[in-house]
């Protein structure tokens, strides 16, 4: 018996199709979690003035988006906010969410419009520093 190459050709697509499919839900799930999980950070309130002295690093992942900081901290004042590493999607303006954190000496300030994902992580970072978490 022989196969017609058309009945191959339209194997191999409904093959690609079927793939496509598989990967385009496991992406579409990635993305959902992704969304949760931004979604459900929450940030503690921390009292800098009783965090001793010294540099402190923190991340946070959420898959899509990624921040690993340096805080250093004198006389109970964060005076610097390094960003060490920052994967984002659209989310590089987040990074002055740094200069806000250190104008008002708390971290659930204000996101960055435009990058409120990225802001997010940037912060919860910056909070897992001070909290001696990663």
């Known amino acids: 018996m022989r196969i017609s190459k058309k009945k191959i ?17 496991g992406y579409l799930k990635k993305v959902a979690d992704y969304k949760q999980a ?19 690093i923190g991340e946070y992942d959420v898959n899509f988006i990624y921040a690993k900081v340096e805080v250093t901290v004198e006389n109970g004042k964060i005076v610097s906010i390094h960003i060490l590493e920052h994967r984002h999607e659209r989310g590089k303006a987040a990074e002055t ?14 996101a960055i419009s435009g990058a409120t994902n990225s802001s997010t992580v940037i ?12």
Do not use: C
Request: charged letters at 30%; aromatic letters at 10%.
């Open 9 to 25: 050709i339209l194997f191999i697509v409904f093959f690609i199709f079927v793939v496509a499919l598989i990967l385009g839900a």
């Open 38 to 56: 931004v979604k459900e950070t929450a940030f503690t309130e921390i009292d800098v003035a009783d965090v001793s002295d010294g540099i402190y």
């Open 97 to 110: 969410v740094i200069e806000k954190i250190i104008e008002e000496q708390e971290i659930d300030v204000d």
């Open 123 to 134: 912060k919860k970072a910056v909070e897992n520093a001070l909290k001696g978490e990663s």
